[in-house]
């Protein structure tokens, strides 16, 4: 059987992920980045002699394809994952209080800290565990869930408006990009399932020990040239299509055919790309919309924050991280990045505005800040970081096939059961390669048919 070539378009992490499984099962490789650099929606960058990430990336523990491909391309160690979940959330001028999972078995796990969760009254504290009792019952292949936002389901099954704020959308916000009002049952329910009341050590939390360019792209790309796989960027792919000698991309003018293509690139993209009728549903995909990400990033003097990471409730603040050791800040410095989910409404504010409000509402959550100086600060926006996971998304999702023989999708937005995860996209691409690498088994080119 002769070596198969596959073309990889996109060199974010669904492609990354597609390109080194496609050159692990021996498949001649090359890989066409449109943009400068590889990582895709994870990339960082240098400002004011500091390394800045473009957001703060998390996993879980239950993220164990991406955690694979940690391990692959030799990034597992670059990683931090707490041994046991643990979440400490804030509200200005209130006491802190943690979520922490005990070592009981799920959903016991959770419980104690339910029972004890401060910010929520003792009737509600019972009502949250009643809610997550009938999340666990939930049936996730029911297409049913995604009829309905999360909302709407936690009011019919003891969850108000301020037991979404105070617990259900700490998780589903910085995981669906969206709140629970707005937030498809299933996408909710698959978070909530997997990552938290199937497994009691599923939702332990990891984050990027180092920059996102060297966990991902400079780790997958030397992983890659090891593998004799060819990567370019700047590259720019303006066509995949297919003839009787199989599929072929345009790149740069240029016709490159292969056995096999593997197109991962946004969902608001691959229109441009394919022909009309690829796959069901080609013209409605742009209807996934997009979720924007926004990140406040802010340089202080002196260290304000001890943890890790903090939650925020009664605030404007979702999420703080302390990122001093990545950015490289000077000793006594601490950097910080405040992730904001889900955040269309910050998108016309000024970098200045931004700055000014995300460090009075620091100020009024950390006392500490209030007497530190900010030395420098940053501020990044991703305004499509993902599809809009609202109710009716999960009919617009493809499956890997196209009707293109040797042409297959791949991406967080494609149908994954994930939301748009870095975990997402590297099953996404994982499954590229692997129905690939099937088809090239059985001595026939990538098969067509209906779309997933």
Avoid at 91 to 116: F, I, K, N, Q, S
Wanted: with cysteine; net charge negative; glycine share 10%.
């Amino acid at each position: 059987m002769s070596r198969q070539r596959v073309i990889v378009v996109g060199g974010g992490l669904a492609g990354l992920a597609a390109a080194v499984r496609a050159a692990d099962g021996g498949a001649q490789v090359e890989l066409y980045e449109r943009g400068p650099r590889l990582g895709g929606a994870t990339w960082s960058f240098r400002h004011d002699g500091l390394t800045y990430d473009n957001g703060q990336h998390v996993f879980m523990r239950c993220c164990t394809e991406y955690r694979a491909f940690l391990d692959r391309i030799g990034s597992g160690a670059k990683v931090r994952l707490q041994p046991r979940m643990d979440v400490p959330v804030l509200r200005p001028g209130g006491a802190e209080h943690r979520l922490r999972r005990v070592a009981l078995p799920a959903p016991l796990h959770l419980l104690p800290a339910l029972a004890r969760y401060g910010h929520l009254s003792p009737g509600r504290r019972l009502g949250m565990v009643r809610t997550a009792l009938a999340l666990r019952r939930l049936q996730l292949d029911d297409p049913g869930l995604d009829e309905v936002t999360f909302a709407q389901w936690l009011a019919d099954h003891g969850g108000g408006p301020a037991s979404a704020e105070a617990l259900w959308d700490l998780v589903c916000l910085p995981t669906v990009n969206l709140r629970a009002d707005q937030a498809s049952l299933a996408l909710a329910a698959k978070v909530f399932r997997t990552g938290l009341l199937d497994a009691a050590d599923a939702g332990d939390i990891g984050w990027a020990g180092v920059p996102l360019q060297e966990l991902h792209a400079d780790a997958a790309a030397r992983t890659l040239d090891h593998l004799g796989a060819e990567v370019h960027t700047r590259a720019h792919v303006t066509a995949v299509e297919g003839d009787q000698d199989g599929p072929w991309v345009m790149v740069d003018g240029e016709r490159r055919h292969a056995d096999a293509v593997v197109v991962a690139v946004p969902h608001d993209a691959v229109s441009d790309l394919l022909p009309a009728g690829s796959f069901d549903g080609l013209r409605d995909v742009d209807r996934l919309g997009r979720s924007p990400i926004v990140n406040v990033h802010l340089l202080y003097d002196r260290p304000i924050l001890d943890e890790p990471f903090i939650a925020g409730i009664g605030t404007p603040v979702q999420f703080v991280f302390d990122r001093t050791a990545p950015s490289g800040a000077p000793p006594g410095h601490q950097c910080l990045a405040i992730s904001l989910s889900a955040a269309d409404e910050y998108l016309p504010w000024s970098k200045r505005e931004l700055v000014d409000h995300f460090a009075e509402a620091l100020a009024r959550l950390l006392p500490a800040a209030a007497d530190a100086r900010l030395v420098s600060s940053m501020v990044t926006r991703e305004v499509a970081a993902t599809f809009r996971g609202t109710p009716g998304t999960a009919a617009l999702r493809p499956g890997p096939r196209t009707h293109v023989p040797g042409v297959l999708l791949a991406g967080a937005w494609t149908d994954t059961g994930w939301p748009a995860t870095m975990e997402g996209a590297v099953r996404s691409g994982n499954r590229a390669a692997a129905e690939t690498a099937a088809d090239q088994r059985a001595g026939q080119p990538t098969t067509t048919g209906a779309a997933a």
